[in-house]
């Protein structure tokens, strides 16, 4: 899809990745609202600078839509300058919420598109509105996903996992129920090379930031991340049998630490024993 003309493709085919881009946008940065007669909108409001995004959308969608901008005061702000994008037609309002962007407070209740979709720029477009690429204080790369949506928190840990090898645990903080995917150094790198490809469809400066993570080469003398390494029942048999974590150890090729954890979490009921036992 050239410079995000509309083609051929049916309006939200999720299948086109620009498509699926702009469906994850919208679910996290989105509001659609309705009134009586039918009647209703879908607008994105974003800072201004990002506006072009806004324009590309425009261009994405064969239906009448407006752009403009409009300064106010915000809880962050004295003045906040923003543009908003709205979208009036029923029809482009109905193909949206049938695939999964629901009309009011939508935050915990948005999921993955039950419809085939393209995975990766789907989930650009909700890191691109609901989350961040960067450097850490210091100058370690990092990308992070914001989103009380266990369904979404839940796919991008599996996603994340499948493509750099690295398994996150999701817990919302206790503050404000949120969830926050958070991944740095190589594993940083890894996923926001294959989410923001060349030509992708994304927030100019995000994507820019992005391809500057690639320079970054972990210090001599830091300490390279540790990999879970699961545990098996013939593992667990050993360890067992045995009944000493040091000589498991040994065995086994693991920590003396690791090994009496382990033997702990069997013994109090903590992860099963192996079958037989």
Not at 200 to 224: F, Q
Not at 258 to 266: A, F, T, V
Request: with cysteine; glycine share 6%; aromatic share 8%.
């Amino acid at each position: 899809m050239a410079e995000c003309e509309p083609s051929a493709h049916q309006f939200m085919d999720l299948r086109v990745p620009e498509y699926s881009y702009m469906f994850g946008f919208l679910q996290a940065d989105g509001h659609l609202s309705q009134q009586s007669r039918q009647r209703g909108r879908l607008t994105v409001e974003i800072n201004a600078r990002d506006i072009d995004l806004l324009r590309k959308f425009q261009k994405l969608t064969p239906y009448n839509s407006s752009i403009r901008e409009r300064t106010r005061s915000t809880n962050f702000a004295e003045t906040a300058h923003s543009a908003v994008w709205s979208l009036c037609s029923l029809e482009a309002r109905t193909i949206v919420n049938g695939l999964g962007l629901p009309y009011g407070r939508k935050s915990q209740t948005i999921a993955p598109p039950l419809v085939e979709f393209s995975r990766r720029d789907y989930l650009r477009g909700l890191i691109d509105a609901d989350g961040s690429v960067g450097h850490t204080r210091k100058g370690c790369p990092f990308i992070s996903l914001t989103t009380a949506s266990t369904a979404v928190g839940a796919y991008l840990r599996q996603y994340a996992k499948d493509i750099t090898g690295c398994e996150r645990n999701i817990k919302r903080n206790v503050r404000d129920s949120i969830y926050n995917l958070y991944y740095t150094m190589e594993v940083a790198q890894n996923l926001a090379a294959h989410l923001y490809y060349p030509g992708c469809l994304s927030l100019e400066r995000k994507r820019a930031v992005a391809d500057s993570l690639t320079t970054w080469v972990r210090p001599a003398g830091m300490r390279a991340a540790h990999t879970r390494r699961p545990w098996t029942e013939w593992e667990d048999r050993i360890l067992l049998e045995l009944k000493s974590p040091k000589a498991a150890a040994e065995k086994l090729g693991r920590t003396t630490q690791s090994c009496d954890l382990r033997l702990w979490r069997m013994r109090n009921g903590q992860v099963p024993m192996p079958d037989g036992e």
